[in-house]
């Protein structure tokens, strides 16, 4: 496997002019001779099939939801990043892009993370013009926010409910373009292998999830857009269907899989209630800006908040984080918040969680101001515990929110299979080993609106690219292998669930190579790990039928390359030996537990290439250079 | 922390071509703590496990915001919690013994796929006949180059929180779709971006509503009641006045 990064050279602010200006461009008339397969319809996926259509070229869009506007994009409540400048408080590109590489522990590529920085305020202007409702104040002119890990307001928002607004933006432009006939939508519609042919990806295999018949389509490139792997956890805050399954095939026909052990535990969540729970709900790190995070200063003090005076409150990060506070970036949050609650001063019923507290800014601000800003968090936070967070403090606890780690792209954001493109969450190349807050929207729409188009033309005009069709036997062969799958899981007649396996390995996953990871622990993962999955190939029990909408077969497929997933994930975990931003291995840590990132061997993203089941994967490395931002310790006290 | 035993009326339904009907189902040890959708998932770990087919329900986020979840909870669309969605409705709303009927959005436009999963891909194509700013990715102005007051940019969001998971026509005894359409007209006739194609927006929308069949609106307002989000229905009024300015004046 060759890792060229195919960076453009010169100055970084020059760069990405330079690389549109050297890339091949396709002549109008020619365009609509290619065409693109998208899989995924979030802020990437919609936003780069509708800007490719509007371009010229056939598009077919595909998605396991019901509509496209159901993608979980939507769920992003905070906030979207970019480097304006509007408030006047000092924002650059410069200082977008320090802030990134720094909040990303240094293990990102400068070079992508630049051009992020430059291209985030023309998501701005598109998403305005498009009539996305972003808050304004009473001048008229957009307002902003401030976030976590940066001393600056540089986030745009849409209430509570950024997300939604800018996912709704992209998913009008592509049912504009599927009402013009440019795009053709497959909606219930699950990606289930990649075709790769002479080396370059020519289409996929997919199942029709109401049919269940399986089908596949051919195209000039495909582009994944299909999300993280957090619900590998079992419990995220990931929507239910979220899965590895599109990355992981695609993986295992060539693609590189790098830095899967980059996963971001999200410090505001709602703890969790009992057994049944079947996912997590993020509060927006948002509240942050106004709300306290503290515990009790002793242990399993079980008094409720109001009968503890201030002078027996820990405000935690307010203490270890001067200059940050509670804006401390995720990954420190959460390991602060795990840190407490380990010493048993953790709050409500389970001990595990914290307070967040808005008495403060209640009496500073008004409640007006508060419910004007958070006001539909609040709602829904006390829709969920039955509390209402007015009166008593909030209870939260990180929990798994965003992956990192993803398929490797290069500069063009192609993998290392010829005409595979990745973007958004499903590559990893921009946020290193964290991802600050309001980055996430940033980066999908970055690559889907004004990445992409360009690049994947560069790939139709440099590439020789011979009409196919699904009539290539390659397509039967591998509709065969996926139609063999589908037999083996609906075959079994065991007696344990879908569900019940994926709870059994998100546990493993939490408890083995979630918020801490040491050497111990990983080994021991990678030996649950293959055993749950030897039971799971064995003993695995499905009903209905493959030709019919069947929601437990869904499922078992979706855990069963979780199974596969997690073994890579645990092995670049115990790799790593450092400690990194969402990756903190306890035995890497300053005097004061701090983590310790080992920038001597591990200045690199580890890229893992598939050898064949049963085989153990190979690393390889893309060494990172930091030209521009000096590798400094990562410092927000 | 209180455990309850439930009875559930369920509505079974194998696929379109074949009729459905109730089944009742007894669930024991419900926690006062678990969501509805987590409720339906003991239920199915449960249906699963003795080989019967789990119920089909759509839902995804389970945070009350991507619009997938739907069911019909005795009578009401989401249940009988305002401004909760299905998947945000807990079960302390609930009591001991109490009898749950649950079943699919009804509507002529909305055909059952399974049990109580739905087609609504009808609002996706009543989007794509106008739903849209028609501004290509690009080119566009810098975003405060245009201010907008700040009341016009909160209205338009009032419309746009719209989740487009159909409540409103389950509600409405006409299958009208009129909340839905009037929520995006009424998010681009409140910003000037979206003033250069009001009136071909509104009537392509609509026309393309009612050829979906969709139901008339009879100025009922189930829809807003119904609504998780509360869309107010003044947007309905909004869209006749605008639908009728733009068939006098084209």
Not at chain 1, 30 to 54: C, H, P, Q, Y
């Amino acid at each position: 496997m060759k890792l060229d990064a195919k960076c453009p050279s010169g100055p970084i602010a020059q760069q990405w002019d330079k690389h549109r200006f050297d890339m091949k461009l396709i002549n109008p008339a020619n365009k609509r001779k290619f065409d693109a397969i998208v899989v995924g319809t979030g802020l990437a996926g919609a936003s780069a099939a509708a800007s490719l259509a509007e371009l010229g070229y056939k598009v077919d869009v595909f998605c396991f939801s019901d509509s496209p506007r159901r993608a979980h994009s939507i769920a992003a409540q905070g906030g979207i990043n970019a480097a304006k400048n509007y408030p006047n408080d000092g924002d650059s590109v410069m200082r977008l892009f320090y802030d990134t590489v720094k909040g990303g522990d240094f293990r990102a590529r400068e070079s992508n993370v630049y051009r992020l920085a430059q291209v985030s305020n023309a998501i701005i202007d598109q998403c305005v013009a498009q009539g996305v409702p972003f808050a304004r104040e009473y001048s008229g002119l957009l307002d902003n926010r401030s976030f976590g890990g940066a001393q600056v307001s540089r986030t745009f928002y849409a209430r509570g409910q950024t997300g939604q607004q800018l996912l709704l933006g992209a998913y009008s432009a592509l049912m504009r373009q599927v009402g013009l006939g440019q795009v053709k939508m497959h909606a219930r519609t699950e990606m289930l292998d990649l075709v790769v042919i002479d080396g370059r990806a020519r289409g996929i295999v997919v199942r029709d999830l109401v049919s269940g018949e399986i089908r596949s389509y051919a195209a000039d490139a495909v582009v994944l857009a299909t999300g993280g792997y957090a619900n590998i956890f079992y419990l995220s805050t990931n929507a239910k269907a979220c899965n590895a399954t599109a990355i992981w095939r695609a993986h295992k026909r060539g693609a590189g899989l790098a830095n899967p052990c980059y996963t971001q535990i999200h410090p505001t969540c709602i703890p969790r209630s009992g057994d049944y729970q079947s996912k997590l709900t993020l509060m927006s790190e948002s509240l942050r800006n106004d709300g306290r995070v503290w515990v009790p200063k002793a242990k399993v003090d079980k008094r409720s908040p109001d009968q503890i005076p201030e002078s027996e409150r820990d405000y935690y990060l307010e203490r270890k984080y001067p200059s940050y506070g509670n804006l401390a970036p995720r990954d420190i949050s959460s390991r602060a918040a795990k840190e407490v609650c380990d010493e048993g001063r953790g709050v409500g019923p389970s001990g595990f969680g914290v307070y967040l507290d808005f008495a403060d800014s209640i009496q500073r601000l008004g409640k007006s101001v508060i419910e004007e800003r958070y006001g539909n968090l609040f709602e829904m936070y006390e829709r969920i515990t039955g509390e209402n967070p007015y009166g008593v403090p909030m209870r939260i606890y990180p929990a798994p929110h965003y992956t990192m780690g993803g398929l490797w792209v290069d500069y063009n954001l192609m993998s290392t299979i010829d005409g595979l493109h990745v973007i958004g969450e499903a590559n990893f190349s921009d946020h290193g080993a964290n991802r600050l807050g309001a980055s996430a929207l940033m980066q999908g729409l970055a690559d889907g609106y004004f990445i992409l188009p360009y690049t994947l033309g560069h790939y139709f005009a440099s590439s020789k690219l011979g009409k196919l069709t699904t009539d290539h036997p390659e397509f039967k062969r591998v509709e065969n292998e996926v139609n063999e799958r589908q037999q083996r899981l609906t075959s079994m007649n065991g007696k344990r669930t879908p569900d019940s396996f994926h709870r059994a390995l998100g546990a493993i996953m939490w408890e083995k190579c979630g918020m801490a990871r040491n050497e111990r622990g990983l080994k021991e993962a990678l030996q649950a790990i293959p055993a749950l999955r030897e039971e799971f190939w064995q003993n695995l029990k499905i009903t209905g039928s493959r030709e019919e909408y069947n929601v437990v077969l869904e499922h078992a497929g979706r855990v069963a390359d979780f199974l596969e997933f997690a073994e890579t994930m645990c092995l670049d975990a115990l790799t790593r030996t450092e400690s990194c931003g969402g990756h903190f291995r306890e035995e890497s840590h300053t005097p004061d537990g701090e983590a310790q990132r080992d920038d001597e061997n591990f200045c690199h993203a580890t890229v893992w290439e598939h050898l064949g089941d049963g085989k153990t994967p190979m690393a390889h490395k893309e060494s990172l250079t930091f030209d521009t931002v000096k590798l400094t310790v990562r410092s927000y006290k | 922390m209180t455990l309850m035993k439930l009875t559930l009326r369920i509505w079974r339904q194998k696929n379109a071509r074949t009729e459905g009907q109730f089944v009742t189902y007894q669930l024991d040890n419900v926690s006062e703590h678990m969501s509805f959708l987590e409720m339906l998932d003991v239920l199915n770990e449960g249906l699963v496990a003795k080989g019967e087919e789990p119920v089909a329900f759509d839902h995804d986020c389970r945070e009350g915001i991507c619009g997938a979840c739907s069911l019909m909870i005795n009578g009401y669309p989401h249940g009988p919690l305002p401004k909760t969605t299905t998947c945000q409705l807990h079960m302390r709303h609930f009591k001991d013994g109490d009898v749950i009927t649950v079943e699919p959005w009804r509507a002529r436009a909305f055909p059952v796929i399974k049990d109580c999963v739905t087609d609504r891909s009808a609002f996706d194509r009543i989007m794509q006949a106008g739903g849209f700013i028609s501004v290509r990715t690009g080119g566009t102005p810098d975003a405060n180059a245009l201010p907008i007051r700040k009341r016009s940019a909160d209205l338009s969001m009032d419309a746009a929180a719209c989740i487009g998971c159909g409540a409103c026509v389950a509600a409405c005894k006409n299958a009208s779709a009129m909340l839905f359409v009037a929520a995006k007209v009424g998010q681009f006739a409140h910003l000037p971006q979206g003033q250069v194609e009001r009136k071909e927006r509104v009537k392509a929308m609509i026309g393309r509503m009612d050829v979906e069949g969709f139901g008339n609106c009879t100025n009922t307002y189930d829809c807003e009641g119904a609504c998780p989000k509360q869309i107010p229905r003044r947007f309905i009024n909004e869209m006749n006045r605008d639908f009728i300015w733009a068939a006098l004046t084209e």
